[in-house]
C-alpha cells in the first residue's frame, strides 16, 4: 500500500517524497524502485522515530503493517506532522481510542485512509443520495467478492492478533461507508462468518491462520436503517468486485466497481414501465494506473493534501477510523460467539 501511495504522490508536482522508514530491506528497495528518478536524495531509515530526528518532513504516510500502528503513530504525534494513517486505525478498540484521543488534541491534521469513500463513483453515488430522490433510505447492501488476502512480508497479514481481524483489517472502509451513507450511529452488529476455503493448508510455525474469509454481516443504526455486508474472499472470477445498494421508499440506487455504473430505479406501480436511469462515472486515467482502489487513492490523497495546506476540511477523521474499528470488533465477536453484539458493549 506504501508503493500505490508513493505512485499516487508522484502525481501532485507540489509534492516530494524526502524520506522512507521501514526496518525490512527489500521494502525499501521496491519503494525506491516505485519512486524511479524521484528516489534521487530520498533518504531511509529503519524506525519512524529516525525518520524524524534525520528529515525535515511536512507530513508522513503510515502504511505499516496493522499491528505497529500505535508503535509508529506515538512519535509522530509528538512530532507534530500532519499524518495520514492507513486503515484500520489500530488493531484493538484501546488503541484506536488513543488515537483519537491524540488526533483530537493535536493541532495537526491527521486522516484516516478509507479509500473506498474516494472512489469516484462512489462518491458520486453519496452525492445522489444526499439529493433525496430514493425518499428516506431503510435500506443499504453493499457486497464485495474479491480474491484472497495478498501474502505481505513476514506473512502478518494471515493471523487476527496482527490484523484484528479481517472483520477490522478488511472492513472497516466497509463500515465507514455505512456510517458515512446512512448519516447515523450504529447500534448493533450481527455477523455470520468463518474461515471456509483460504488458508486452509497452510502453516506458519506450524500455526494455522485464523482468519475469516466470507460473512454476512447487519449492522442496526439509531436512526432505524439497516446495512448489509456480503464479504467474499474467494469470489475472484466475479466481475463486479463492489456493489453497493440504497433503497429508500421513493427508490433505488446502486453502483458498481470496476464497472463504474451508477443505476437508479424508483419505484413504479405494479406492471408499469420501469423508469431506469444509468450513469456511467469516468475515472481518471492516471488514477486508475496508479492504484488499485479504483482511483481512490489519488482523489483521496487530493483531499489530504488540501486539508494539510488549508484548503479543505480533514475528510476522515480519527474519531471516523475509531468507530469503524469498534463496528469491525463488534462483528468479531458476533462471528465467534453467534450472538448480537451491540456496540455498547466494545465502545
Known sequence: MAREHIRNLKLFPEVRVV?????????????????????VGVQAYETAETLL?????????????NYTHRSVLEPLFDAGVAIL???PLCTTVEDARWAAERAAASPAVFWTGMEYRFMPPVARFVEELRQGEIGRLA??????????????????NRFNRNTGGTMVEKCCHFFDLMRLIVEAEPVSVFCSGAMDVNHLDERYDGERPDIIDNSFTVVDFANGARAMLDLCMFA????????????????KLEVTIPSGDLVF?????????KQI????????????????????????LAAFLDAVHGRGPVQVTAEDGLIAVIMGAAAEISAREHRVVRIDEVR
Open 277 to 300: 436511469r444509468r450513469t456511467n462515472i469516468p475515472v481518471d486515467e492516471a488514477a486508475l494506473k496508479a492504484g488499485s482502489h479504483h482511483g481512490a487513492t489519488f482523489y483521496q
Open 19 to 39: 524520506a522512507l522508514a521501514d526496518p525490512t530491506p527489500s521494502s525499501i528497495e521496491e519503494s525506491m524502485e516505485t519512486l524511479g528518478e524521484a528516489a
Open 236 to 251: 475472484e472470477g466475479e466481475a463486479q468486485q463492489e456493489a453497493v445498494a440504497a433503497v429508500g421508499d421513493k427508490a
Open 85 to 87: 494513517c492507513e486503515k
Open 139 to 156: 435500506m443499504l447492501s453493499i457486497r464485495e467478492h474479491r480474491f484472497p488476502f495478498l501474502v505481505k512480508v513476514g506473512d502478518w
Open 53 to 65: 530526528t534525520k528529515a525535515h518532513v511536512d507530513a508522513v504516510i503510515v502504511a505499516s503493517p
Open 265 to 273: 430505479s424508483p419505484r413504479v406501480p405494479l406492471r408499469a414501465p
